[in-house]
């Protein structure tokens, strides 16, 4: 039979929305390692859980051409909560790389 019945308890979601870009990123050599270290402030996020950065390097011999480091997965738990990574500054010195 079909009909009017009881009413069901609401389901609430929310939609997930894009975050802001990064207010700030710096950029600093680690006394320790020397490597390059990758810093940023976290985005006005709505409430949401950010899940990955996009972290690139800019090819220093052609200004389209951007690259992300092995060391700088942006879905990795230590850049997550840390909101940094490091490159290593033989990577910046390699032919990838060009420094």
């Known amino acids: 039979m ?3 019945g009881k009413s069901s308890t609401p389901a609430y979601l929310k939609a997930a929305q894009k975050p802001s870009a990064t207010a700030s990123v710096a950029t600093t050599i680690d006394s320790a390692t020397g490597n390059l270290v990758i810093s940023w402030a976290a985005p006005s996020n709505n409430g949401d859980s950010v ?4 972290i690139d390097v800019q090819k220093k011999t052609d ?8 060391t700088c997965v942006g879905t990795s738990a230590g850049v997550l909560s840390t909101l940094s990574c490091q490159v290593p500054m033989d990577t910046l010195t390699s032919a990838t790389y060009a420094y």
């Open 2 to 4: 079909f009909g009017w």
């Open 51 to 54: 899940f990955k950065y996009y």
């Open 63 to 70: 200004s389209t051409a951007w690259i992300s480091p092995a």
